[in-house]
């Protein structure tokens, strides 16, 4: 997604939505985390998932917008977006692109399609559009 | 207990074994199938969203943890690509 950022940041706007982690250390842990040393228990508080979105942003330099759901999980259960889930909203407020649910369904490479659809392909690469990845943000 | 049900029961005990075994290699492991059905399935039958739809309004946390905004503050001028996840 960061790639898709750089490409199309002067066309549309992003916004990163950090959600309920989807495998935390008290959950349903990965070998992969492990392996790359993500290791967060379940946030019980506004606090922690600050704290961990922060983590994320630092450690992997991620430039996109971003926005932090509630304890309550309204965003996530809004957009049905655990645990990773994309979408693009249009100029009028409607859903114009709903993407499938993660991992298996989470497609990049759509929301590319549309907006190259809306405003043409763009094929520049520089130094700082390396893909990220991460949990929702590949 | 018959013959045809000790076969019966049998086939189906084998059946399950099976499909947790070609699961446990599909999903990783043992312990991924428990977390694929307990974590994942529930919400499988979720996203009624579709193209046309309103989109819904939330309230969300900036990274500073200091002010909130609402996700319809970032819609108007520009298609908003909304990216939702988590770090793990």
Redesign the interface.
């Known amino acids: 997604?960061v790639k898709?950022?750089n490409d199309?940041k002067d066309?549309?706007?992003?916004?990163?939505?950090?959600?309920?982690?989807?495998?935390?250390t008290d959950?349903?842990?990965?070998?992969s985390?492990v392996k790359e040393d993500?290791?967060?228990a379940q946030p019980k508080t506004?606090?922690q998932?600050?704290a961990?979105?922060?983590?994320?942003?630092q450690r992997q330099k991620y430039p996109?917008?971003?926005?932090?759901?509630?304890m309550n999980d309204?965003?996530?259960l809004?957009?049905?977006?655990?645990?990773?889930?994309?979408?693009?909203?249009?100029?009028h407020?409607?859903?114009?692109?709903?993407g499938?649910?993660?991992p298996f369904k989470y497609n990049p490479e759509e929301?590319r399609a549309w907006?190259a659809k809306?405003f043409g392909p763009v094929t520049q690469t520089s130094s700082t559009s390396a893909a990220v990845p991460?949990?929702?943000?590949r | 207990m018959s013959r045809f049900w000790k076969w019966t029961l049998g086939s189906f005990l084998g059946l399950l074994v099976a499909a947790f075994v070609g699961l446990s290699f599909m999903a990783?492991?043992p312990k991924?199938v428990?977390?694929l059905v307990?974590?994942?399935l529930p919400?499988?039958h979720?996203?009624?969203?579709?193209?046309?739809?309103?989109?819904?309004d939330?309230?969300?946390?900036?990274?500073?943890?200091s002010n909130r905004?609402h996700?319809?503050e970032?819609?108007?001028?520009?298609?908003?690509?909304?990216?939702?996840?988590?770090?793990?």
């Open positions: 997604m898709i950022y199309y066309h549309a706007d992003f916004l990163t939505v950090y959600v309920r982690e989807a495998h935390p959950e349903w842990q990965m070998k985390n993500v290791c967060y506004l606090a998932r600050v961990i979105a922060n983590d994320f942003v996109l917008p971003f926005g932090i759901d509630d309204a965003a996530e809004a957009y049905s977006a655990w645990p990773e889930r994309l979408y693009i909203i249009d100029e407020g409607r859903i114009a692109y709903a499938g649910m993660g929301v907006l809306r991460a949990a929702g943000t | 990783g492991s991924d428990y977390g307990r974590y994942a919400h499988m979720r996203g009624k969203l579709r193209a046309g739809d309103d989109a819904p939330v309230r969300l946390l900036s990274l500073d943890g905004f996700l319809r970032r819609t108007g001028s520009r298609p908003l690509v909304v990216i939702f996840g988590s770090y793990t």
